[in-house]
Every structure is written in structure tokens, then in C-alpha cells.
């Protein structure tokens, strides 16, 4: 038989069998004895103090008593049922109950044993109580693995309990697991890197997870472990940068010639600011390098960063080469096509606009346009991805909001040219800057950080439900002034019978304070057919209608530079990225805009502070910072979607100072062995030689 190892599945370690395997792939993904170790404890509790039962009270977090239990039974009917048992010690009695799994419990229950319960002391009807405990026989003189005043604390589920696997079950299956390959992890990083920060060899790291003999000893397991996510993370990314600027050539943008200088001198309608100055030099010197331009363009809403995609697309077209932009939604797309053609006006460089409702003959047309090189730009949405868009001499890819689209798509348009093409991403999303190290290590990052001349700050104020007909005047006065408004309503993913609910109520009262034919009003749901979205959306633009209610299908793109005021209802249900977005939507002319954020008066404390937020700065890295607090990384911006984020230990929020250490060690490693060449680096050459053949999927940011 094989020898034991991380790959072995695991319903062959001692304990497991075939029908909790299949529940433990299912709930917790645990497919090989290597994901089971990977099942780090999240607290671990002091199992050495037990109490008698008339020690216990509801303010204890937990407690933990040895007993008999002397008898089970089961009361009430259908949803009411439960299973309560008696558990005597010799200072009182206490309730044990159960809603679930009663079938399991009473054929596994013994009436007459002595078991330990472990769990939170309740007062109901003046009688303790437990609620679905923790509990195991009691044998007098059995060993404790590890020290019994740190015992691990696992995650399970209601599934995994009625296979017995519950905390206590899986700290059993990880005892059996260190038994049978306990000494069998080898190191991954190199030595020398070991020495020289001091860490836990990883074998003893892993066991000190799970089995710590003192706090000293966990503490310094945890660190090896959230050290080791960090650096293969950054190792993979910095990696790939090299690779980007060795590997693979870029197209040379020698020149700074006719189309990009009368553009600039002659046509830009407006003065540049110094942070959109900043980021074209720093695209400019990219794409003269020779090596291939890999740019993640971050900027606030409104910053201005079109006009820079712009200058670079206009840089490709001087050198000889074509560009496209891509944009996730048809909407988007075309309103880049409005405001690039608007800024070229006639003759400067030609634009087409390919989406999904292009009819044929007209795709025809683009199609054989980029083929011979007369097109110079191509704004689109996936259509650009399709196989029968083929480019004379593709120079530059724009992708507009990153983390809509997937990796996959991006590497279509890479392979649209023999050498791959520049990339530039730009988002509106700001990115704390340990997320984008963790993100987009691989990709380097201007930043546009100031507003252009003229717009002023957007105005934000923070209204509760009795304050509506202030909010309603003041919604009057705007279009009054020839001002149009947002009113928002937020989606509640459980039920969208309740947001059309809401929205329709909202709409009722609105009609009523709003009446026709004084007031129009415009209604976009995400329930809505696409083409009556947009015909909505249309009239808005052409100023038809002065209200626009909507769910929050408007977070991203629609630009209507007479819109001032935006009304956000029930406020303390959006995430603070996703209220900073919103608020974006005002502010594109040169009046002052407002945002009002409406919300019932019970808030939480959260709620309270992305709003207290909101009010306080209009400043998105900020907001982001905040934002990045409260919710934690694996919700922000699609960083789900790319797997980038596979972190058991290690956190963004808390680790920052730990992983600018890691990321800075991973450059001088790369500093001093770009190749990995050296003898010592050779377990980090084996773990990224796998899967390198060509343009992979992981060298495309």
C-alpha cells in the first residue's frame, strides 16, 4: 500500500470511512489528509476548570461539568420538537436540549453514564439549560492531547454533527492524523529564510496549531503559518511581474507623435491635473521599455481617468498600432464611446463601438475595419472577446472596472497579437493598499488623487425616516432649479418580492409628494428586460424626467452631469464601497451636488460608523481603509472571484505590518536570485515549476 501522505484522501485515515468522507468534502471541502490539517481551530478553550451545576449562570461565555444523565425524552410537536435530557450532578439538575438530530441522539445518548457537557449555561422557566452541548464519556485518568488548557475549537456544521464530527469529533480526527504522518511535513521555504526571521520549523508549526502545550508556543505556530500564506502569495505574484518585464516583450512606443500632440495642444477641452500628468508619464515610460505594460489605474469616481486611457490609446495609435477599450456593461460601453468621440471630434483618430446589439452588417463593417487597420479604437463590452474580432496590430488593452470581468476573458484579448499587447485596468473601486499589494502584486499602481479643477466636493447628509418632508423640499428647491434627482433603493438579496415591495411603496409616496404632469419619473429595477433599462435610462439622460428611482443597478457608470442630488434609502443596508460608488453617480458638473442618506433610527454601531464615514469624507481610499475594517478582504471587490485570496490564518486588516515584511523579504529574494537558480532557493524553484508552459492564466493580471 501507498505510503500515507498531504495527498492521501481521507476516507482512508483511521476513523473517517467512506460516508463521513463524502460529508466532510461536502461541508467543509476537506478532500485529502492535507485540507484536514489545513482545518486550522478558530479559539481554543481551557478544558482544565469544571463546574458544579450550582455554579452556573447565563453571564458565563461557557462552562463545563462532569455528570450522569439520568434520563431523555422527547417533547412537542413538528417544529416545536426537541429532545430534552436530565443531567444530575451532586449539587443540582440541568436540562440538555437538542433541535436537531434527535433520530442520531437517541440511539447514541447512554441513560446511566457519566459524561463531561461543554457548552453556554441558559435560565428558561427558572430551570438551567444547555442548548445543544458538546459532550463525551467520561473516563476517569484518559490522556488529553496537547495541553487540556488550550484545546482547539473547530468549525462544523449541522451536518457534520449527526456523523459525530462535531468540534470534538474532528480534534479526534486530527489526533489519528498526527499519529499516522506526524512527522512527515517537510519544509517549504528555504533555510536560510528560516534562520533568519526567527521562524517555527513548519512540521512543529503544524502540530502547535491544533495541539499547542502553551500560549508562547501557539503564538509562534500561528505566525510560521500566516508567514508562509503571505510569502507564497507574493512569491507567485512577483514572479509573474518578472516574468512580464523579462519574458515577455512588450510593443516599443517610441514616439510621441502627431495624434497624441494636437490631441493635447489643441483639442483637450480642459487643463490636466498634476495626478492625471503623473500616471501618462508613468504609462509613457512603461511602453517605451520595451517591456510589456502591466498598469492597474485606480481613481476615484469622477478623477478623471477616461482622459488618461485616452492619451495612452492615442500613444499606441502614433506608434503605428490599434487599441480597444472594454467596459463590463452595454451602458458603460457606450458612454466611453460618447465621451471619447466627443473628445476627439472629427478626423483626430477613428472609434467604432461594437456591443452584443450591433446589428451584423454593422459588425461586418468593424470586423474588416480592424483587419485592414483603418480603425484605430474599439470600445465594446465581451463582444471584443469573440473569435471573430481580429485585429491588423492590437497595441494597448483598456479594461475598465476590473473585478467584473474574469481572468479567462482577459486572456482572450492577451492572445489577439503575436506579442501580447500593453494592459492598463483602470477601476473607480479604490483598493486599500494591502489588499492591492495582496491583489494586484503583479501589476503596478498609479494612483489619480485629485479631483479636476472646478468640481466641487459632493455635500453629504445623514437624515433618519422622521426628517422625509425636509428631504422632499429639498428634492423640490434642486428641480426647481433645473436639477434632476436619484432616489435609491437597496436590494435585499433574501426576497425580490420585498424589494419590489419597498420599491413600490417608496414609488407610491412619491407620486403622491411628486404629481404628474409637473414631475416625470423614471423606474429601473434589476428585474427589468434590458432594452426597457436602457429606454428608462435614456429618458433620464435626455432630461424627459427629473426623478430616477431604481435598485442599485446605477452603482456603476451612467454619467448624467445635470443629476445634483442622490437619495439613498434605507442607507444602512449598503456596504460603505458600495454607498461611496453611489454617491459617485453625482457631482459630473460643475453645480453643487448633495447626497442624502436616509435610514430607520434603530442603527447598529457598524451602520452607524459607514455612515458617520460617508458624512465625514468623500475621500475613497479612506473609505476603503474603513471599509476594508468592518467587512475583512474576502468581500471586497471581487477578490473572491479570482481564488487569489486562499488565506486560512493570515489577515489583511490586522497583518498589514506582517505582510509589507513578507512582500519586501520576497524582492530581495528575487533581487538577489531572479531565477531561483541558486542551490539553497531550490524547494521555492520546485513549488512555482508545475505550471509554466506559455501565456498561462496567471500571467495575465
Not at 500616471?279 to 517591456?291: C, N
Request: include cysteine.
Amino acid at each position: 500500500m501507498a505510503p500515507l501522505s498531504t495527498i492521501t484522501p481521507i476516507e482512508y485515515l483511521k476513523g473517517v470511512g467512506p460516508a463521513r468522507a463524502e460529508v466532510l468534502k461536502e461541508e467543509l471541502g476537506i478532500h485529502t489528509f492535507g485540507d484536514l490539517l489545513k482545518h486550522y481551530p478558530f479559539r481554543y478553550i481551557d478544558r482544565t476548570e469544571f463546574h458544579k451545576i450550582k455554579q452556573l449562570h447565563p453571564d458565563m461565555a461557557a462552562a463545563q461539568v462532569i455528570g450522569r444523565l439520568v434520563h431523555v425524552e422527547e417533547l412537542g410537536e413538528r417544529r416545536g420538537k426537541r429532545l430534552i435530557g436530565h443531567f444530575r450532578d451532586d449539587t443540582g439538575t440541568l436540562e440538555l436540549v437538542w433541535f436537531q438530530s434527535i433520530g442520531w441522539l437517541k440511539k447514541a445518548l447512554q441513560v446511566g453514564a457519566a459524561y463531561i457537557v461543554y457548552g453556554k449555561p441558559n435560565v428558561f422557566n427558572n430551570q438551567l439549560s444547555m442548548t445543544h452541548p458538546e459532550m463525551e464519556v467520561y473516563k476517569a485518568n484518559s490522556p488529553q492531547q496537547g495541553n487540556p488548557s488550550l484545546q482547539p475549537v473547530y468549525n462544523t456544521t449541522e451536518k457534520l454533527r449527526k456523523f459525530a464530527l462535531d468540534s470534538k469529533g474532528i480534534q479526534k480526527l486530527q489526533t489519528a492524523l498526527q499519529e499516522s504522518i506526524g512527522t512527515q511535513f517537510g519544509e517549504t521555504l528555504p533555510d536560510y529564510i528560516v534562520h533568519q526571521h526567527r521562524l517555527m520549523p513548519l512540521s512543529q508549526a503544524l502540530v502547535a496549531i491544533h495541539f499547542p502545550r502553551n500560549s508562547q508556543e501557539l503564538a509562534h505556530a500561528v505566525h510560521r503559518l500566516k508567514f508562509d500564506e503571505l510569502f507564497f502569495i507574493q512569491l507567485k505574484l512577483l514572479k509573474n511581474k518578472l516574468l512580464n518585464t523579462q519574458k515577455f516583450k512588450g510593443h516599443r512606443f517610441d514616439t510621441v507623435g502627431h495624434t497624441f500632440n494636437t490631441f493635447y495642444h489643441e483639442q483637450l477641452p480642459f487643463a490636466l491635473t498634476d495626478a492625471q500628468k503623473r500616471v501618462i508619464k508613468e504609462i509613457r515610460r512603461d511602453t517605451a521599455s520595451g517591456a510589456q505594460l502591466n498598469r492597474l489605474v485606480q481613481g476615484d469616481v469622477g478623477s478623471g481617468k477616461t482622459v488618461v486611457a485616452l492619451m495612452a490609446m492615442l500613444l499606441a495609435i502614433d506608434n503605428g498600432f490599434q487599441a480597444c477599450l472594454m467596459a463590463p456593461t452595454e451602458i458603460l460601453a457606450q458612454q466611453h464611446y460618447h465621451s471619447i468621440s466627443k473628445l476627439l471630434g472629427n478626423g483626430t483618430a477613428s472609434v467604432q463601438l461594437l456591443t452584443g446589439s450591433v446589428p451584423r452588417k454593422d459588425r461586418r463593417v468593424i470586423h474588416a475595419q480592424l483587419e485592414d487597420g483603418t480603425l484605430d479604437i474599439l470600445v465594446g463590452t465581451h463582444a471584443l472577446i469573440e473569435d471573430a474580432v481580429r485585429f491588423h496590430n492590437l497595441g494597448l488593452v483598456v479594461i475598465d472596472e476590473q473585478h467584473r470581468f474574469g481572468v479567462e476573458q482577459r486572456a482572450k484579448l492577451w492572445r489577439k497579437n503575436r506579442t501580447p499587447p500593453h494592459m492598463l485596468v483602470m477601476t473607480a473601486t479604490p483598493i486599500p493598499r494591502t489588499l492591492a499589494m495582496t491583489l494586484y502584486g503583479d501589476l503596478d499602481i498609479s494612483v489619480i488623487d485629485e479631483l479636476p479643477a472646478g468640481r466641487k466636493p459632493i455635500k453629504t447628509m445623514h437624515l433618519y425616516e422622521s426628517s422625509r418632508l425636509r428631504m422632499f423640499g429639498f428634492m423640490k428647491e434642486e428641480i426647481g432649479k433645473g436639477r434632476q434627482v436619484y432616489i435609491v433603493y437597496p436590494l435585499i438579496k433574501e426576497s425580490e418580492k420585498m424589494d419590489l415591495l419597498y420599491l413600490e411603496a417608496g414609488l407610491e409616496t412619491l407620486q403622491n409628494e411628486f404629481p404628474r404632469p409637473q414631475y416625470q419619473i423614471s423606474i429601473v429595477h434589476g428585474k427589468m428586460p434590458a432594452k426597457d433599462k436602457d429606454f428608462e435610462m435614456q429618458r433620464f439622460v435626455k432630461h424627459e424626467t427629473q426623478i430616477m428611482v431604481a435598485t442599485t443597478v446605477i452603482e456603476v457608470g451612467v454619467d448624467v452631469p445635470n443629476a445634483s442630488v442622490m437619495v439613498i434609502e434605507n442607507a444602512e443596508r449598503f456596504g460603505l464601497s458600495q454607498l461611496h460608488q453611489l454617491r459617485g453617480r453625482v457631482g459630473r458638473g460643475a453645480e453643487q451636488s448633495y447626497c442624502i442618506l436616509m435610514s430607520g433610527s434603530k442603527l447598529g454601531k457598524e451602520s452607524k460608523l459607514r455612515l458617520e464615514t460617508m458624512v465625514r469624507t468623500n475621500d475613497g481610499f479612506e473609505i476603503a481603509e474603513v471599509d476594508l475594517q468592518l467587512r475583512g478582504p474576502g468581500d471586497l471587490a471581487g477578490t473572491q472571484q479570482s481564488g487569489v485570496l486562499d488565506l486560512k490564518l493570515a489577515d489583511l486588516t490586522t497583518d498589514q505590518a506582517l505582510l509589507t515584511h513578507v512582500r519586501n523579504t520576497v524582492i530581495a529574494l528575487f533581487g538577489a536570485d531572479p531565477h531561483l537558480a541558486r542551490p539553497e532557493n531550490g524547494r521555492l524553484r520546485d513549488y512555482l515549476t508545475p505550471s509554466e508552459p506559455g501565456i498561462g492564466w496567471e500571467k495575465i493580471s
